[in-house]
């Protein structure tokens, strides 16, 4: 059965988010000379605008679906499709691209590079992509701004807090203006307030831009932002 999930509603005109559905897909992985199924033929449908929580235990699969939809990985069987596009039939230099110019990317390990200053890290998805220096550190900088942090875009990450580093994660998962966020436990390691705020802006900010969300978490305060929820179980989607 597939679970379509509804877009959000907005005034006014916006960017339109991406269409990511997953049919049939299962994945699983050897262990030990044994299968080990963590996806098993599961349905998703999230058109574009939704906003959808997926939860469940530690090694459900969570993590497994954002990957195959940022077409990390790809499935044993079934197909993972963006924009009508099968992920699984874009070789390696393409979905590299669609990664850094129509997909956003936060996870729970917040990745940041060490040497490079808050505005650097933000603006490295752009940097990557070919844009100018001068104007992907501008526009980092009114992102950090944005989020809470002005002044803070020449510091390096071990000068921030735990909260403040989720929050230029958030930001470089943005700065590329993409069509879909993917999003791994974003408040893992922050206290309720720290998530709360970061969950908050992270909401705002995908409602102002027209993004499809597809947020894994065990944070029930966090799922709760989402327009629907899903859980994972045996392999198995079911509503939450």
Avoid: W
Wanted: charged letters at 25%; one cysteine or more; hydrophobic letters at 50%.
């Amino acid at each position: 059965m597939s679970h379509a999930a509804a877009p959000r509603p907005a005034p006014g005109p916006r960017p339109a988010g991406s269409r990511l559905e997953l049919r049939g897909v299962s994945q699983g992985y050897l262990r030990r000379g044994a299968l080990r199924t963590v996806l098993d033929a599961v349905d998703l449908a999230l058109e574009p605008g939704a906003f959808v929580a997926l939860t469940g235990a530690s090694g459900a699969g969570k993590t497994t679906v954002l990957e195959l939809a940022a077409g990390l990985q790809r499935p044993v069987a079934g197909r993972v499709l963006l924009d009508g596009a099968d992920l699984g039939a874009l070789d390696d230099a393409r979905l590299a691209e669609l990664r850094l110019t129509r997909v956003g990317m936060l996870f729970q390990h917040h990745d940041l590079i060490p040497t490079l200053n808050a505005a650097e890290n933000v603006a490295l998805p752009l940097l990557l992509a070919g844009a100018q220096r001068h104007a992907a550190l501008a526009r980092a900088e009114r992102l950090v701004e944005r989020l809470g942090i002005a002044g803070r875009g020449a510091e390096l990450p071990a000068e921030l807090s735990l909260g403040e580093r989720q929050r230029l994660c958030v930001a470089r998962a943005l700065v590329n203006e993409p069509r879909l966020l993917l999003a791994d436990e974003p408040t893992a390691g922050l206290d309720s307030v720290a998530a709360d705020e970061v969950m908050r802006l992270l909401s705002e900010l995908v409602d102002e831009a027209g993004l499809t969300v597809l947020l894994a978490t065990h944070d029930v305060r966090a799922a709760a932002y989402a327009d629907r929820a899903f859980r994972l179980s045996g392999g198995r989607l079911e509503p939450a």
